[in-house]
């Protein structure tokens, strides 16, 4: 039996100046002071010339060896490329009470609380069901049925459109999309990366303490990854903020001590395995801090205390740049700071490591796990899939410190249930931005 292709032995098909998903790979050189990991950088062609949407042409991948980072590289250039290509005309454009099949309800998702909406400025509206909007349809993993989504939910980038009354009820942004060599493969990708995002916000916007995990309980390989920050002079903290589903999710942050560089890069991941989830965060940690060391050499500092909820951090790059300077630190010093430990061997993994158990754990949570297959004929001729993920009341991780989500089921819940000293109400909500691009 022939071993199925990996994304590395489609380069010929791939890559290509004139003709190819991605014009472009090359690798970007570290500097003197970054943690030795390999960083790639990818050129997508550009989907507007097929009459879609410009699609994000800048991609980037990191891995502790150039396989790694390649693959990482292609993959965000393909999957970026697929979920820009879709076409207006074919959405089903309605209000929830006036579609005739099964949809998510508008109150499921996880968005704003009405002081928000009633806020100057503030861009997004109340979606209920009378808000005309344009919905796609997707497949419940749970239940195996058809469901509607609203589109912004789903596709990246996604453009509202002022003639067909579709009214701005989200951000549009990434996270559940990913690549993988078959449906199964990128559909666990990108279920852990809701995951993954999930538990970050919560962890961030109740300023949690959650368990250290000790370097010094890491087995060879992770501390290796390790070691390489520490020979540029570099902290590195590995806390788990996994929540009640039993995906490990790890956080990583890299502190730094040089006026140079940046103070901290802040990065995470969540797999069923929580040696995979541990390296996923430690290699997208060197990316994070890369990213935040151009930022810092071309954006001027933002103010760390200010008045008026941070209006300066609208979006990732100034994410970014707030964590450069040294004072940064004590904003988010918390995230490391828990009282207990928990060594790598006792973190919780799931069962099995299936696309199956990870759905059932989700939708123990009470939540649904809709997917969403945009893989184009081209890239399916390839054996590839791209597959978006979304689970509804799921924490997004907006960009912008003003788009931060304080509504949801699950902001307003999970923190006590993770040790919260007090309860979660959105006048306690961390007023400092979040740390990631």
């Avoid at 005739?100 to 009633?118: H, I, M, N, V």
């Avoid at 279920?191 to 538990?199: K, M, T």
């Amino acid at each position: 039996m022939t071993a199925a292709p990996t994304i590395l032995d489609l380069w010929s098909e791939l890559v290509d100046a004139r003709t190819g998903i991605v014009r472009e790979l090359r690798e970007l050189l570290v500097d003197d002071d970054d943690p030795p990991f390999v960083h790639y950088l990818s050129y997508s062609s550009h989907t507007e010339a097929f009459g879609y949407l410009p699609n994000f042409g800048n991609n980037g991948g990191v891995g502790a060896s150039p396989a790694a980072a390649i693959a990482k590289a292609l993959g965000e250039a393909v999957e970026r490329y697929c979920s820009a290509m879709f076409d207006y005309d074919d959405l089903t454009w309605s209000t929830f009470r006036g579609l005739g099949e099964p949809a998510t309800p508008p109150d499921a998702f996880a968005l704003y609380t009405s002081a928000q909406y009633d806020a100057p400025g503030f861009p997004w509206r109340r979606f209920d069901v009378d808000t005309p909007v344009a919905w796609v349809r997707g497949t419940s993993l749970v239940s195996g049925e058809a469901v509607l989504v609203p589109a912004p939910f789903v596709y990246v980038p996604y453009h509202y459109q002022r003639s067909r009354s579709d009214t701005p009820v989200t951000q549009p942004i990434s996270t559940g999309l990913a690549c993988g060599v078959s449906f199964e493969n990128a559909a666990l990708s990108a279920l852990c990366e809701v995951v993954e995002r999930d538990a970050f916000t919560l962890m961030w916007q109740a300023r949690l303490r959650r368990p250290r995990i000790p370097c010094s309980s890491l087995p060879g390989d992770l501390l290796d990854l390790v070691e390489r920050y520490h020979s540029v002079g570099l902290v590195v903290h590995l806390v788990d903020i996994s929540t009640d589903v039993a995906c490990p999710t790890v956080l990583s942050v890299a502190e730094g001590f040089a006026p140079t560089s940046p103070a901290l890069a802040v990065a995470a991941a969540s797999h069923p395995a929580p040696g995979v989830a541990t390296r996923k965060s430690l290699e997208e940690l060197a990316h994070t801090r890369k990213f935040a060391a151009q930022v810092m050499d071309f954006l001027p500092p933002v103010p760390v205390d200010v008045e008026g909820g941070h209006p300066a951090v609208d979006g990732q790059r100034a994410h970014l740049r707030f964590y450069c300077p040294q004072e940064s630190k004590a904003a988010a010093r918390f995230a490391w700071s828990g009282d207990s430990e928990v060594a790598m061997d006792e973190v919780r993994g799931a069962a099995d490591g299936g696309l199956d158990t990870l759905v059932a754990e989700v939708s123990a949570t009470g939540e649904d796990v809709i997917a969403f297959d945009l893989t184009t004929p081209d890239i399916a001729d390839l054996g590839l899939r791209v597959v978006r993920v979304v689970v509804p009341g799921f924490h997004p991780l907006q960009m912008g410190h003003a788009n931060r989500c304080l509504g949801g089921r699950r902001l307003a819940t999970m923190p006590g249930r993770l040790g919260a000293a007090a309860p979660w109400a959105p006048e306690h909500d961390n007023p400092y931005p979040h740390p990631f691009p």
